[in-house]
């Protein structure tokens, strides 16, 4: 059997230096005139282990990494095709820890297959979902998804099986699948590592989605930011096509069903779902005020399902293995799995996909592994931009839903900022209100002129300037966007900026102005 090769084509593993490991590896077979294949793969996902090149050898798949292109020659002396020893080895990469403890439903196959192998694909369960959906009447998918549980998980946690029942109770002569891959939090790449390790998923998600409440067309919208993914998803669309899973009749059936990739421009408002249809019919990002629901009037005025890319990607393995089963997995009501992503100053950082109900305790400091720099965590941010900044007092809080809202934070899209002691908290607050300001779509007064002023009396703060009324005044700011706004950029802007108040009051008492006498 020819040796097979893994070497992730993810845009991380690539910034990490995959290409020219995939070069030199690629060059050295050639020069020793060894017969191997190379398979761009995905990643897994331990970004601290990439590039991370996997060997299939009789015993199971070999992993090596971090590799660097110095290392290639000595993994082949090592004789690392049959999965020789080498500084570099990890073993079988299922029993890596960070993999081991993971529970993968929705990524089961990034960094496994080659993305773009519809074989590949169906042997590793690929389209039992979607054949599972053809069997069923569309009312009866809608049930299997609402049974599951599934909520939102591109930030506000709505449930998927209740936005899809509106849809399909919609009359309309056309009907819409959009699908939200502007991925803008901070901390944030689950979406961008499906659409590149395993785009079918999410084909497969949008297709059920279709089927279940009559949308024969899709869009997928992918930030200007991700060439990659938009690159690998287009390639899996007209593979997809050819094979008759989209098209007119979707795999053989009564079905129509297609879709599109587009690309943003960059803007974080236009994430947001009114915001995003605009954009995609050509028009300037600007949040539209509701009702009308898009699901009664979206894209185009025409009834429309708009899911983030792993609400949709996790629809396969509920229609495969049934509600009861995805049910089974988390806590309260947050069913399932999420992919959380570690990011910032950590040790570990990647994507880590578990049951609902760790600890952010257990995900900082054992799963992450604590600072890079060595330093104590001092806080950290969850659910991107908009969300609040937790100090060690609260990382008993469980990954759910409800628990974040109780402790004024959010979940939003489980991205994971780490900051170690030396982060400044009023830096950081002033940071979101600045980042709203810049961002703001304009439609709304709190946030477009709150944010503006936020950034001054924030400053004002730092600078020293009568503290106490400019606390007082940032904390009546706050409120008047919270409730006065009319998307959650405005209105979850205060998260971070009154977390950081709350819980690092010290950040806030610079030392008071010197006025010079006159
Ligand atoms: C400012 C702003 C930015 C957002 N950005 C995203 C985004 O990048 N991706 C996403 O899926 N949802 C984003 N959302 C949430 C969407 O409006 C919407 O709730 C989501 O796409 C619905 O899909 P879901 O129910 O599957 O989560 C954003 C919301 C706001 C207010
Ligand atoms: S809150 Fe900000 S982004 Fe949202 S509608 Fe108002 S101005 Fe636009």
Same mark, same amino acid.
């Given at each position: 059997m020819i040796p097979r090769i893994y070497i992730?084509?993810?845009?991380?593993?690539?910034?990490?230096?995959?290409? =020219?490991?995939?070069?030199?590896?690629?060059?050295?077979?050639?020069?020793?005139?060894?017969e191997a294949k190379i398979v761009?793969n995905?990643?897994?996902?331990?970004?601290?282990?990439? *590039?991370?090149?996997e060997v299939a050898t009789?015993?199971?798949r070999? #992993?090596?990494?971090?590799?660097?292109?110095?290392?290639?020659?000595?993994?082949?002396?090592?004789?690392?095709l049959?999965?020789?020893?080498?500084?570099?080895?990890?073993?079988?990469?299922?029993?890596?820890?960070?993999?081991?403890? @993971?529970?993968?439903?929705?990524?089961?196959?990034?960094?496994?297959?080659d993305?773009?192998?519809?074989?590949s694909?169906?042997?590793?369960?690929?389209?039992?979902?979607?054949?599972?959906?053809?069997?069923?009447? *569309?009312?009866?998918? &809608?049930? @299997?998804?609402?049974?599951?549980?599934?909520?939102?998980?591109?930030?506000?946690?709505?449930?998927?099986?209740?936005?899809?029942?509106?849809?399909?109770?919609?009359?309309?002569?056309?009907?819409?699948?959009? !699908?939200?891959? %502007?991925?803008?939090?901070?901390?944030?790449?689950? %979406?961008?590592? /499906?659409?590149?390790?395993?785009? +079918?998923?999410?084909?497969?998600?949008?297709?059920?989605?279709?089927?279940?409440?009559?949308?024969?067309?899709? +869009?997928?919208?992918?930030?200007?930011?991700?060439?990659?993914?938009?690159? $690998?998803?287009?390639?899996?669309?007209?593979?997809?096509?050819?094979?008759? &899973?989209?098209?007119?009749?979707?795999?053989?059936?009564?079905?129509?069903?297609?879709?599109?990739?587009?690309?943003?421009?960059?803007?974080?408002?236009?994430?947001?779902?009114?915001?995003?249809?605009?954009?995609?019919?050509?028009?300037?990002?600007?949040?539209?005020?509701?009702?009308?629901?898009?699901?009664? =009037?979206?894209?185009?005025?025409?009834?429309?399902?708009?899911?983030? &890319?792993?609400?949709?990607?996790?629809? *396969?393995?509920?229609?495969?293995?049934?509600?009861? +089963?995805?049910? %089974?997995?988390?806590?309260?009501?947050?069913?399932?799995?999420?992919?959380? @992503?570690? #990011?910032?100053?950590?040790?570990?950082?990647?994507?880590?996909?578990?049951?609902?109900?760790?600890?952010?305790?257990?995900?900082?400091?054992?799963?992450?592994?604590?600072?890079?720099?060595?330093?104590?965590?001092?806080?950290?941010? $969850?659910?991107?931009?908009?969300?609040?900044?937790?100090?060690?007092?609260?990382?008993?809080?469980?990954?759910?839903?409800?628990? +974040?809202?109780?402790?004024?934070?959010?979940?939003?899209?489980?991205?994971?900022?780490?900051?170690?002691?030396?982060?400044?908290?009023?830096?950081?607050?002033?940071?979101?209100?600045?980042?709203?300001?810049?961002?703001? !779509?304009?439609?709304?007064?709190? !946030?477009?002129?709150?944010?503006?002023?936020?950034?001054?009396?924030?400053?004002?703060?730092?600078?020293? /300037?009568?503290?106490?009324?400019?606390?007082?005044?940032?904390?009546?700011? !706050?409120?008047?966007?919270?409730?006065?706004?009319?998307?959650?950029?405005?209105?979850?802007?205060?998260?971070?900026?009154?977390?950081?108040?709350?819980?690092?009051?010290?950040?806030?008492?610079?030392?008071?102005?010197?006025?010079?006498?006159?």
């Amino acid at each position: 059997m020819i040796p097979r090769i893994y070497i992730p084509a993810d845009s991380g593993a690539l910034a990490l230096g995959a290409e =020219k490991v995939a070069k030199a590896i690629a060059g050295e077979l050639a020069e020793r005139g060894i017969e191997a294949k190379i398979v761009r793969n995905g990643s897994r996902g331990a970004y601290f282990l990439e *590039p991370m090149v996997e060997v299939a050898t009789a015993n199971g798949r070999v #992993a090596y990494g971090p590799v660097k292109p110095s290392d290639v020659k000595s993994l082949f002396d090592s004789g690392f095709l049959t999965g020789g020893p080498h500084k570099r080895w990890l073993g079988a990469p299922d029993k890596i820890p960070f993999l081991a403890k @993971q529970t993968r439903l929705t990524f089961a196959r990034c960094g496994v297959i080659d993305p773009l192998s519809l074989e590949s694909y169906k042997k590793h369960g690929g389209l039992n979902g979607l054949k599972n959906a053809l069997e069923l009447t *569309p009312a009866a998918i &809608v049930t @299997q998804v609402t049974e599951s549980g599934l909520r939102g998980r591109g930030g506000a946690g709505f449930p998927t099986g209740i936005k899809w029942k509106t849809v399909l109770d919609t009359a309309g002569d056309r009907k819409y699948i959009v !699908c939200n891959a %502007d991925e803008g939090d901070s901390g944030t790449f689950a %979406d961008r590592m /499906i659409m590149e390790g395993d785009p +079918f998923v999410l084909i497969e998600g949008m297709t059920i989605a279709g089927i279940a409440t009559g949308a024969t067309k899709g +869009f997928v919208y992918v930030r200007s930011e991700y060439p990659h993914a938009v690159a $690998v998803m287009n390639k899996a669309v007209e593979v997809a096509r050819k094979a008759g &899973v989209l098209g007119a009749s979707v795999l053989g059936s009564s079905h129509a069903f297609d879709m599109e990739i587009r690309v943003g421009a960059g803007a974080y408002v236009c994430g947001e779902e009114t915001a995003l249809l605009d954009s995609l019919e050509g028009k300037r990002g600007m949040v539209r005020a509701k009702p009308p629901l898009p699901a009664h =009037k979206g894209l185009f005025g025409k009834p429309t399902v708009i899911n983030n &890319v792993i609400s949709l990607a996790s629809v *396969p393995v509920i229609m495969d293995k049934g509600a009861a +089963f995805y049910k %089974d997995f988390g806590m309260g009501r947050s069913r399932g799995t999420i992919p959380i @992503q570690i #990011a910032g100053n950590v040790r570990y950082g990647g994507l880590f996909e578990a049951a609902f109900g760790m600890t952010l305790g257990e995900i900082v400091d054992e799963i992450g592994g604590g600072t890079a720099t060595g330093r104590p965590v001092k806080a950290v941010q $969850v659910g991107g931009p908009l969300g609040a900044y937790f100090p060690r007092s609260l990382f008993d809080t469980p990954f759910d839903y409800e628990a +974040f809202a109780a402790k004024d934070g959010l979940i939003g899209h489980a991205g994971i900022v780490v900051f170690d002691d030396t982060a400044d908290m009023l830096k950081q607050a002033r940071f979101a209100m600045e980042f709203c300001a810049i961002e703001s !779509c304009g439609k709304c007064t709190p !946030c477009r002129i709150g944010s503006t002023r936020g950034v001054e009396t924030i400053d004002k703060l730092a600078a020293g /300037i009568e503290p106490e009324k400019n606390l007082a005044l940032v904390t009546d700011l !706050c409120n008047t966007m919270k409730f006065g706004s009319l998307c959650a950029l405005g209105g979850f802007t205060p998260y971070p900026v009154m977390s950081s108040i709350t819980h690092f009051p010290d950040d806030f008492k610079p030392a008071p102005v010197r006025v010079a006498a006159e």
